[in-house]
Structure formats: structure tokens, C-alpha cells
């Protein structure tokens, strides 16, 4: 059983920068494909960025070169750089923990944290 603890959503300006955390508890860390999804007013969740335990990364076309996931395994907390934030980019972020990367029913979410991207 793994929970997940998101923080550090907010306001922020349009071309602004904000970093999310997201803490796990539980054992066995690095056997999470760890991700951040995102679900926009009236839109689906979608994907953002997944890194492996070992550090490989997957992202979104429409956050590439903007965003950037990294993961502290010793302190089992993942972490999404924002930077150039759209008002696009507005949405509820949420934290996933995907156990061996086998996909749903195999993975934990956390609360999510809003992001609000506006002038």
C-alpha cells in the first residue's frame, strides 16, 4: 500500500514557475514508475510526465522543454519543475505511483493539488 501526498500547487502568472512535491509512503520505492496527471475543468485526466526508478523520463509533447520530473528515491518524494506556465496548464496535478509500470490496479493516486495558471 503506497499513499501519496501532493503539495505545492498555487496561483501563479502567466511565464511563472512552480515546483510540486509529492511524498510517498510505504516501502520499496523504486519499484514505482512515478507520474504526474493532470485533469483539466471538462477535460479527461491526461498524462504529464512518468521517470522510472532508475531515472528515465517520459513527457507530454505539450509540456516538453517546459516541465521537468525528477524523484529523490531516499526520501521517496517525486518532484515536477513548471516553468513557462500557459494558462493552458491550468488544472488539478496529480501524483501517481505505478507499481512495476503494469498500469491500472497495479497503482496508487494522491489528492491532487490545483494549479492555477492566470494574470
Known amino acids: 500500500q503506497v499513499q501519496l501526498v501532493e503539495s505545492g500547487g498555487g496561483l501563479v502568472q502567466p511565464g511563472g514557475s512552480l515546483r510540486l512535491s509529492c511524498a510517498a509512503s510505504g516501502s520499496r520505492f523504486t519499484i514505482y514508475v512515478m507520474g504526474w496527471y493532470r485533469q483539466a475543468p471538462g477535460k479527461q485526466r491526461e498524462l504529464v510526465a512518468t521517470?522510472?526508478?532508475?531515472?528515465?523520463?517520459n513527457y507530454a509533447d505539450s509540456v516538453k522543454g517546459r516541465f521537468f520530473i525528477s524523484r529523490d528515491n531516499a526520501k521517496k518524494t517525486v518532484y515536477l519543475q513548471m516553468n513557462s506556465l500557459k494558462p493552458e496548464d491550468t488544472a488539478v496535478y496529480y501524483c501517481?505511483?505505478?507499481?512495476?509500470?503494469?498500469?491500472?490496479?497495479?497503482?496508487?493516486w494522491g489528492q491532487g493539488t490545483r494549479v492555477t495558471v492566470s494574470s
Open positions: 521517470i522510472t526508478g532508475g531515472g528515465s523520463t
Open positions: 501517481n505511483a505505478d507499481k512495476y509500470g503494469l498500469g491500472p490496479g497495479n497503482d496508487y
